[in-house]
């Protein structure tokens, strides 16, 4: 079987983020107009693609397999011969892993279709600011319509040749969050004729923290994570704004909401207190990733079968994904690959092992051949 590395490395080196992702596309639409043409179909959608190898059955199926495509604004320390070229920006999450492995199995089954459609989506956006929600809504979805549907995530923590999944919920319920603060600037010197937005700010984060200590059931689970914050411009300066970034994870769609009220209420007890403005924004929502039943253990008992791959039963996790709209219409699952590397996604020295690409490839393969 050929290997699927150098794609691997060629994508890693053109990382874009959401709906930018225009050489990528280009690349992957290359690529796949190299493969035998009678069986498939491909529409461009955005930056992403569909792209159907019809099955030879009387009565197909229409099986779908998704990656995402987008990768984001890390700044890439690996040294790797293969680095990123674009200044800034890294395929962190492992998705230059997902599009190759995606292509490698879309190789096999463009050459020896099976039975049943299978429908490869190639989706942006993932890290924000969403792209499944919107391809589900596409004309080209419609009319392809999978009645089932799987995807995959690297795992760093995970080795080469191990899949880790379980039945119902994955992937917690995510919001992004945003705090704009503002106030009045000034000199150093006369702190009394200002209203200080990195004193607010300050205060405000360690507020967000009390929220998870103390507004959730402990046997519950949430995260608050303030990911990035503006303010200022240098040391003499007060600053009269500040912005914050950051997001929100809860297994239980309910618990969401008690933070979105918790962090309003602390916010206006910040402008009171600072005496200044504060405005809030809850962004995209990404629905929890909910794991069909009966197609995962199904896919368990495949995987336990099978020799290129040790199958383990894991704990859900506080990661997003956008997948979970998919899921949440179309039956299906998505599983984690083990990657083995000391780094973890999104941290800029992210090393994940080429060593599981090909075997997931294989696995994959006859995964949807034993459907
Ligand atoms: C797998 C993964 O790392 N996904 C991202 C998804 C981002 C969701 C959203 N944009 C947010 O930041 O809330 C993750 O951060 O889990």
């Known amino acids: 079987m050929e290997s699927f590395i150098q794609v691997r490395r060629d994508l890693h080196k053109i990382p874009e983020v959401g709906y930018q992702e225009f050489k990528t596309q280009k690349y992957l639409l290359e690529y796949i107009h190299t493969l035998p043409q009678e069986s498939i179909s491909i529409k461009t959608w955005e930056t992403g693609i569909f792209v159907l190898v019809k099955g030879t059955g009387d009565h197909p199926r229409t099986l779908a397999y998704r990656t995402d495509i987008d990768g984001l604004p890390i700044t890439e320390q690996t040294n790797l011969p293969f680095s990123s070229e674009h200044p800034g920006y890294m395929h962190a999450c492992g998705h230059d892993f997902h599009m190759s492995i995606a292509l490698g199995v879309l190789t096999n089954l463009s050459r020896e279709p099976l039975s049943d459609h299978i429908l490869f989506i190639f989706q942006p956006a993932e890290e924000g600011p969403g792209g499944a929600a919107r391809m589900l809504q596409s004309e080209e979805m419609r009319e392809w319509m999978p009645d ?35 106030g009045k600037g000034g000199h150093a010197a006369y702190p009394h004729k200002t ?177």
């Not at 760093?156 to 917690?172: D, H, M, Q």
């Not at 998870?212 to 411009?233: F, H, M, Q, Y």
């Not at 239980?252 to 600072?274: H, N, Q, W, Y």
């Not at 079968?305 to 040790?310: E, K, L, N, P, V």
Request: negative net charge; contains cysteine; glycine residues 8%.
């Open 195 to 371: 209203k200080d937005m990195i004193v607010a700010g300050a205060h405000l984060i360690t507020q967000l923290q009390s929220i998870v200590a103390r507004s959730i059931d402990p046997l519950n689970s949430a995260v608050i994570t303030v990911g990035k914050l503006e303010a200022g411009t240098v040391g003499n300066i007060i600053a009269e704004t500040a912005e914050l970034n950051g997001t929100m994870r809860s297994l239980d769609p309910e618990v969401m909401e008690t933070l979105k009220t918790r962090v309003s209420a602390i916010c206006d007890g910040i402008a009171l207190a600072f005496d200044c403005e504060v405005k809030i924004e809850f962004n995209q929502p990404y629905y929890m990733v909910y794991n069909d039943h009966q197609l995962t253990a199904d896919f368990m008992a495949f995987a336990e079968g099978h020799s290129a791959i040790t199958c383990i039963e894991c704990d859900k996790a506080m990661t997003g994904e956008d997948f979970g709209y998919f899921l949440k219409k179309i039956p299906g699952f998505m599983f984690w690959l083990g990657v083995g590397s000391e780094y973890g996604l999104h941290h800029a020295k992210l090393n994940p092992d080429e060593k599981a690409i090909d075997p997931a490839i294989g696995f994959i393969t006859d995964y949807l051949r034993s459907k």
């Open 148 to 182: 089932e549907i799987m995807g995959l995530h690297i795992a760093p923590e995970y080795k080469a040749g191990e899949i880790a999944v379980k039945e119902g919920l994955l992937f917690a319920n995510t919001s992004e969050l945003k705090i704009m603060l503002k």
